[in-house]
């Protein structure tokens, strides 16, 4: 089992920069690959980023893409998500999930996951 916990964010202006980490405890870390969701006021959870267990595979929404990056530091129990060149419309409570699933099919849909965190908020002001 595997306990999540992210943190990083806050209100920031567009066009900055952030990181947002998920730090998880559990035995299991690092043969799950770990996703990065979100869910804007009013609208539905939506995939943001995923990277396969070995970190050899990442995904990304096309809404982020060539902005955001996602990785991981097994080391760390601890995966990331740095988001550049930040939009009003990131604004969002930000989740990582994590659990033993491959394939892009399977990475991008948060119905595959079984272990999330609370979440943190990223705001972005105009």
């Known amino acids: 089992q595997v306990e999540l916990r992210e943190s990083g964010g806050r209100l920031v ?11 998880a ?3 299991t870390f690092n043969t799950d690959a770990v996703g990065w969701f979100r ?3 009013g609208k539905d959870r939506e995939f943001v980023a ?29 995966a990331y998500l740095q988001m550049n060149s930040l939009k009003p419309d ?7 999930a994590a659990d033993r699933v491959g394939g892009r099919y399977y990475l991008v849909d948060p ?16």
Not at 90 to 96: F, G, I, K, N, R
Not at 111 to 122: A, C, F, P, R
């Open 50 to 78: 995923a990277i396969s267990y070995r970190g050899d595979n990442t995904y990304y929404a096309d809404s982020v893409k060539g902005r955001f990056t996602v990785s991981r530091d097994d080391a760390k129990n601890t």
């Open 13 to 23: 202006q567009a066009g900055d920069s952030l990181r947002l980490s998920c730090v």
């Open 39 to 41: 869910r804007a006021p």
């Open 25 to 27: 405890s559990g035995s």
């Open 111 to 126: 119905v595959s996951y079984n272990y999330w965190g609370q979440g943190t908020q990223l705001t972005v002001s105009s």
């Open 90 to 96: 990131d604004t969002a409570v930000y989740y990582c």
